[in-house]
């Protein structure tokens, strides 16, 4: 059962989020090839796979494990986290400061969604 309150199309934060996501994807294993390619692509495995097996019923339709909202609030902000901290690692100070930038605009448009994912359960009902 999906919330009634749930997104039915992309917005402007599902926008962003996908954004920083995908800078999260790429920085990272960029940020941390030179010292470990190993666990460079761990952490491509772990920022897509976390997402995808853990979510939040009432937020996604397919839910492969059920977990609360905040867990799902906790693998969003790494994902913010780790394209912030993987673009001053691994680019040059104007992109990092973009990136940053937009990690901190994605907080602010993900905070109805945030606010609302509080509420769930691993089940669909509100707390």
């Known amino acids: 059962m999906i919330d009634k309150g749930a997104p039915r199309r992309p917005d402007l934060a599902s926008a962003l989020r996908f954004l ?3 800078i999260a994807w790429v920085a990272t294993p960029w940020a941390l090839a030179p010292h470990s390619v190993l666990l460079a ?3 491509v495995i772990l920022l897509i796979g976390l997402p995808t097996v853990f979510a939040t019923p009432g937020d996604k339709h397919q ?6 909202g905040v867990v799902t609030i906790a693998l969003v902000a790494l994902q913010l986290v780790a394209a912030a901290v993987s ?3 691994a680019w040059p100070r104007p992109v990092a400061v973009a990136v ?3 990690a901190l605009v ?3 448009a993900e905070l109805p969604r945030w606010r609302r994912l509080a509420r769930l359960r691993r089940d669909p009902r509100p707390v």
């Open 20 to 22: 920083t996501e995908l």
């Open 41 to 43: 692509v761990a952490s």
């Open 63 to 68: 839910v492969i494990v059920p977990v609360p």
């Open 87 to 89: 673009a001053w690692m």
């Open 100 to 102: 940053t930038v937009l």
């Open 106 to 108: 994605t907080v602010g």
